[in-house]
């Protein structure tokens, strides 16, 4: 079975200051596994996804995410810290072989505080 | 091309009433999935649906809940005799496939359904 475990429930940084959101997956087949984050009363924003392609995975916003396959981790990270960074982070895999976006199985979440 | 649109944002039922929550795909999006948020929680996965047939309802409740996406018209979640336990904030993806290429799921910015 799929399952995705966000190491640390509440992140605080300093602006300018890097970031590290730390995920854990478990999966029986080669996974697909995103990261997406929540602005407070706002929808979902996909911010990368990993496919079995490069490990390292270039996103939005400055982020990035490495695939390590052998610590079956995908920690997102971001060099410098910006206010608007500040949102609820959400590690996900595919609950599906085929690595499709039906039933997404989504982390508990780690919400990020910037402080100035 | 307007996103997933998902209406009524905020909704308000009193114990036994039945809710009805509607979601817009994107335009020439078929698949159309259901997830629940539940406070401090991460989102789960409810229902996968495309043009009049359910794929995937695994992760609904077995009663009181059903979902349905007709061949016109938005996709509803229809929560029936409503209870306290369903406050939760729903919310509605779409994409044009399943695939995990070149493809991503859209969500809406949920409605936020409160029992009282």
């Known amino acids: 079975a799929q399952s995705v475990t966000q190491l640390d429930s509440h992140v605080s940084v300093s602006e300018g200051t890097p970031v590290l959101l730390r995920c854990n997956y478990s999966s029986s087949y080669s996974p697909s596994l995103f990261w997406y984050v929540q602005h407070p009363n706002k929808g979902l924003q996909l911010l990368l996804k990993y496919t079995s392609a490069a490990t390292l995975v270039k996103g939005i916003n400055g982020f990035e995410a490495e695939f390590k396959k052998s610590e079956t981790s995908f920690h997102l990270t971001k060099p410098s810290a910006h206010m608007s960074d500040a949102a609820e982070y959400f590690c996900?895999?595919?609950?599906?072989?085929?690595?499709?976006?039906?039933?997404?199985?989504f982390g508990a979440g780690t919400r990020l505080a910037v402080h100035p | 091309n307007a996103g997933v649109m998902q209406n009524p944002r905020h909704l308000v039922r009193r114990r036994g009433q039945e809710a009805r929550l509607r979601c817009s795909p994107m335009?020439?999006?078929?698949?159309v999935y259901w997830y629940r948020q539940l406070p401090e929680e991460g989102l789960k996965f409810m229902v996968y649906?495309?043009?009049?047939?359910?794929?995937?309802e695994s992760g609904m409740p077995k009663e009181r809940f059903s979902a349905e996406f007709p061949k016109e018209g938005p996709s509803i979640l229809r929560i029936q005799q409503v209870v306290r336990g369903d406050s939760a904030a729903y919310f509605c993806?779409?994409?044009?496939?399943?695939?995990?290429?070149?493809?991503?799921?859209?969500f809406g910015q949920g409605t936020r359904l409160t029992v009282v």
């Open positions: 335009k020439g999006h078929s698949h």
């Open positions: 996900v895999v595919s609950g599906s072989p085929s690595g499709g976006y039906n039933k997404l199985i």
């Open positions: 649906l495309q043009k009049e047939n359910i794929i995937d």
């Open positions: 993806a779409s994409s044009p496939a399943t695939s995990r290429v070149n493809t991503e799921a859209f």
